[in-house]
C-alpha cells in the first residue's frame, strides 16, 4: 500500500471518520439499510459486466465487498485493483478477501480517488460504490475514471440517492438524521460519524445532476437506474472508443 502525501480538509474528515468506525462499518450498513445494499451491490456489479480476463479498478473499495464480487467475474486470468484512503478500511477488505482460492485475481492499493496512481488507460472497467458523496472534488475524481479507462471502458457508479416523491423524499431524511446516528453510536461508539453520514446525503446532488456531471466529463450512453424508490442510483457512462487508424498511404 502506498501513502498519501496531501489531503484536503473534506478527505482528512473522511479519512479520520473511516478509521473508528470500518470494524463494523459493513454491520451497520446491513442494518441501517435493512439489507437492501446487498442487492444494491449485486446490481451494481451486473451492471459493470466484466468478462474473464479483464482488468477492473474498484474505487473506494472500502471493506472489499464489491470488488470481491468483481472478481468471481474477471477469474480466472483477470485482474481487480481496489483502491480506498483509509488503510483501516483496506485492512477489513483484505481480512473479506483472505478466502480467494487465487489471490493474484486482487491487489489492495491506499491511494486518492481525485489523484489515481495508474498510467492513462489501463482498465477495461471502473467501479465506484459510495465514493463520489465523500470526495470534495467530485468532477476531478470522475476526470480520474475517465483517464485510467481505456477506449470503449465502462464506469459503473453505485451511490446513494434522493427520492423523487417529495413526502418520501422528506421521511427518507428524516429517517437518515436519526436511525443511523443511533444505530452507529451503539455499534461503534461514534454517533459523529453517522451524522456525517446524513449531511453527506443532504448535501449530495440528485442523480439527475449526476447525470449531467458525467456527460460534461465525456462520457457516452449514460444512464442512471433509481433502486428502491429512489434510494440509491446505478450510473453507467462509456468512455468514447478510440477512432480507428487513418490507412497508410
Known amino acids: 500500500m502506498g501513502t498519501i502525501d496531501f489531503l484536503s480538509s473534506k478527505e482528512e474528515l473522511v479519512f479520520s471518520i473511516f478509521r473508528t468506525i470500518a470494524p463494523r462499518y459493513d454491520l451497520v450498513n446491513t442494518i441501517v439499510s435493512f439489507g ?37 467475474k474477471v477469474k480466472p486470468d483477470g485482474k481487480v485493483i481496489g483502491l480506498d484512503l483509509s488503510p483501516e478500511m483496506l485492512a477489513v477488505a483484505e481480512r473479506n478477501l483472505a478466502e480467494l482460492i487465487q489471490k493474484n485475481l486482487v491487489q489492495l492499493v491506499q491511494g486518492n480517488a481525485m489523484a489515481l496512481p495508474f498510467p492513462d488507460g489501463s482498465f477495461d472497467c471502473v467501479t465506484i460504490g459510495y465514493g463520489l458523496r465523500n470526495v470534495s472534488d467530485r468532477g476531478q475524481t470522475l476526470r480520474e475514471l475517465f483517464r485510467v479507462l481505456k477506449p470503449g471502458g465502462k464506469v459503473v457508479s453505485l451511490e446513494l440517492a434522493k427520492p423523487s416523491l417529495p413526502l418520501f423524499n422528506k421521511l427518507y431524511h428524516l429517517y437518515m438524521a436519526t436511525f443511523p446516528p443511533l444505530i452507529g453510536s451503539l455499534l461503534t461508539g461514534n454517533k459523529e460519524a453517522y451524522l456525517y453520514l446524513h449531511c453527506s446525503v443532504m448535501s449530495y446532488p440528485h442523480q439527475r445532476e449526476i447525470t449531467h456531471l458525467f456527460h460534461e466529463i465525456g462520457f457516452r450512453d449514460v444512464n442512471c437506474s433509481e433502486l428502491s424508490w429512489g434510494l440509491a442510483a446505478v450510473h453507467v457512462g462509456l468512455k468514447p472508443a478510440a477512432p480507428p487508424a487513418s490507412p497508410s498511404p
Open 36 to 72: 437492501r445494499l446487498h442487492s444494491w451491490r449485486r446490481f451494481m456489479v451486473e451492471k459493470a459486466a466484466p468478462s474473464p480476463g479483464q482488468r477492473v479498478l474498484d474505487v473506494c473499495c472500502g471493506t472489499g465487498m464489491i470488488t470481491k464480487d468483481l472478481a468471481a
